[in-house]
């Protein structure tokens, strides 16, 4: 994987405080790596850290991330994307301190033609400790405004 500075916020579709990935650490075209700093700013935390289970957005805005790359390589925009479902979700802690950097990688086992894609995901310190790992469903539609039309 190469290492990047390109903007994830130019990846993912999230904006504000809402955005909650810092930045992109390296890529390639099927493993992504970002890093996100734990904040305390009232949206997630409490008592100096976040639960484990904030883990999974993570994670979900690091395959969106990986899914965004992708499309800017092929000239589109990203694209909004919808979780199906996650399985295997271990933490072996339970929460994230606050200020803490932690290392998010989101690798594509599979993608089929209709958009859905399935990831290996894997949230480390950064000396490398393994602090959560999840299988990540997803599903990227082609039209959105025709996919929520028709699922209204």
Request: glycine share 10%; charged share 15%.
């Amino acid at each position: 994987m190469k290492p990047h500075s390109f903007p994830i916020a130019d990846l993912v579709p999230h904006a504000g405080p809402m955005l909650l990935l810092d930045a992109l650490i390296s890529v390639d075209s099927h493993t992504l790596t970002a890093r996100v700093t734990p904040r305390a700013d009232g949206l997630f935390d409490l008592n100096g850290e976040v639960g484990a289970w904030l883990g999974l957005e993570y994670m979900a805005q690091t395959t969106a991330a990986l899914a965004g790359w992708n499309g800017l390589q092929r000239g589109e925009t990203p694209r909004v994307g919808f979780i199906l479902g996650t399985r295997r979700y271990i933490t072996h802690v339970a929460g994230f301190a606050v200020g803490q950097p932690l290392l998010i990688t989101a690798t594509r086992e599979f993608e089929a033609d209709n958009g859905i894609a399935v990831t290996q995901c894997r949230i480390t310190s950064p000396d490398g400790t393994l602090l959560a790992e999840a299988m990540i469903s997803a599903y990227q539609p082609d039209d959105l405004a025709a996919y929520l039309k028709e699922h209204a």
